[in-house]
């Protein structure tokens, strides 16, 4: 289960770099020498910069519940190694969807792993207190 520690990492990880490549190909403001300066200019970010911004800020909100339930599990021993990984499948599939305005899609991805959230509470709560 670790392995899902580590891949909720590495989400964190792609959603910090996303508006930065983002930001290279879509603006002209930002450069490698904006990137590298202490950024006390405006510039004027393309929409896809700050739909990636947004998708960031998104993720942000339910992290932490993952994070709980994840550790949670571990301390308990209730194995959700493919509930955590189906989470992170589809958080990773919000960043396009959000990214690209797929807005039908980028709800129903999120809709998905709210529930997969659910799920492992349920199952936490589940294993933990047998009739």
Request: net charge positive; proline share 4%; charged share 15%.
């Amino acid at each position: 289960m670790e392995i899902i520690a580590l891949l909720a990492c590495l989400l964190i990880i792609v959603h910090i770099f996303c508006p930065m490549f983002i930001g290279l190909l879509t603006t002209k403001d930002v450069s490698i020498n904006y990137l590298f300066s202490s950024r006390d200019e405006e510039i004027k970010p393309s929409i896809y910069l700050e739909r990636s911004k947004r998708a960031f800020t998104n993720l942000l909100e339910t992290f932490p519940i993952f994070i709980i339930l994840f550790f949670l599990s571990m301390i308990k021993q209730v194995d959700v190694t493919n509930l955590g990984l189906f989470w992170l499948l589809f958080r990773l599939i919000y960043i396009p969807s959000y990214i690209f305005g797929l807005k039908y899609i980028r709800t129903f991805v999120w809709m998905i792993s709210f529930v997969i959230l659910i799920l492992i509470g349920i199952k936490l709560i589940w294993l933990n207190y047998p009739n």
